[in-house]
């Protein structure tokens, strides 16, 4: 079954504007952490922002925030003002305990295009 | 400088030949993974080690080994069994609680 859902495979943004990518999530257990990271063209995972289950106020980092509704089990990144260097792949992901320590589960990713 | 090192940045495989990825990590991280990632696709844990000399499958460990001897490294041997490596390779470390660590991934192809 699939663990993390991002059910926009891609998404257009005027530059300055927001946007928001979704990412819903399944699990039974009550101490999690979810993840945002974006890989640009180049290839590589740079971490954005960072959401723990048991956080009652939401993620904020500089332009992204973590829209954080644990009931309903999503957990949206908002890019505020767009540039156009945010132009990537964003990868929702979750981190679960597990026997053996912990394990990272990701979503199937959003591509974020900004247009001038 | 700290960090995550994978080498090589570009690895082609002949038919029939294991090819072994590097990655070293100097952040004293417990934690190590591999991942696959086909092009537009997201990543697929292939094996992880939370401790030396332990580790575990991930969902698509069929036709990859790994090694996890020293705490700084853990690399991973792409066999003859896996028919199709072509894809691009990433390792990443973490702390417990912590966010995850990225290298800069390996492109593997076919020759």
């Known amino acids: 079954a699939q663990k993390i859902t991002q059910t926009q495979p891609g998404m257009f943004v005027q530059e300055k504007e927001a946007v928001t990518l979704d990412c819903t999530y399944d699990t039974s257990d009550q101490s999690y952490g979810l993840f945002w990271y974006k890989q640009p063209s180049s290839g590589e995972m740079i971490f954005l922002i960072y959401?723990?289950?048991?956080?009652?106020q939401n993620a904020t980092e500089g332009r992204y925030s973590l829209n954080f509704q644990k009931a309903r089990k999503s957990a949206n990144l908002v890019i505020s003002a767009s540039q156009l260097g945010d132009s990537a792949m964003y990868f929702c992901a979750m981190r679960e305990p597990n026997n053996y320590g912990q394990n990272f589960v990701f979503g199937p990713g959003t591509r974020l295009s900004v247009l001038p | 400088d700290g960090g995550i090192t994978q080498s090589p940045k570009y690895l082609f495989r002949k038919e029939g030949q294991n090819v072994t990825l590097s990655c070293e990590q100097n952040l004293n991280h417990d934690a190590m993974y591999w991942y696959r990632q086909d092009p537009g696709q997201g990543l697929r844990l292939i094996y992880y080690s939370q401790i030396v000399n332990d580790f575990q499958k991930g969902d698509i460990a069929e036709g990859y080994s790994v090694s996890r001897e020293k705490k700084e490294s853990f690399p991973l041997t792409v066999t003859s069994a896996q028919k199709n490596p072509t894809a691009f390779y990433l390792c990443?470390?973490?702390?417990?609680?912590?966010?995850?660590?990225f290298g800069d991934g390996t492109r593997l192809s076919i020759l």
């Open positions: 990443a470390t973490s702390r417990r609680g912590q966010p995850q660590h």
């Open positions: 959401q723990g289950s048991y956080d009652e």
